[in-house]
């Protein structure tokens, strides 16, 4: 089967088994909730970021992308916490997303700093 190059990074496999945990999680909640759709989006846009970075030419866009995908993992992490601390969630659920998250954001700090020099991140 082919592959394109980002579909080989293992960090775009993880973020992309992070969507497929989010929306079990999303099908367990109101869509009412403003956590709701920031989850969803915010979990979508790491692996697209992730994608769209990994195809570009030199490494300042990359990093570009990058960053933009660690930010957005990152909004997923805060998202968990404001659904745990509105009582949606359990903390234990949360915590195996953030888990998750942890290791997508670290692969994607090395990936940054692999790409910049002068990056401390």
């Known amino acids: 089967m082919p592959q394109f190059d980002h579909e080989k990074l293992n960090v775009y496999q993880d973020s992309i088994s992070f969507v497929s945990w989010a929306e079990e999680l999303l099908k367990s909640i109101s ?3 403003a956590a709701y759709k920031q989850l969803d989006r915010a979990s979508t846009s790491v692996p697209l970021n992730i994608a769209e970075g990994n195809g570009k030419h030199t490494p300042a866009d990359r990093c570009r992308f990058f960053d933009i995908a660690r930010g957005s993992a990152l909004e997923c992490a805060a998202c968990l916490d404001v659904l745990v601390a509105k009582k949606v969630i359990e903390e234990g659920k949360a915590d195996e997303g953030k888990a998750m ?6 692969m994607l700090v090395g990936l940054i700093r692999s790409n910049s020099e002068e990056r401390d991140v």
């Open 31 to 33: 869509k009412s909730i």
């Open 101 to 106: 998250l942890v290791k997508i954001v670290s």
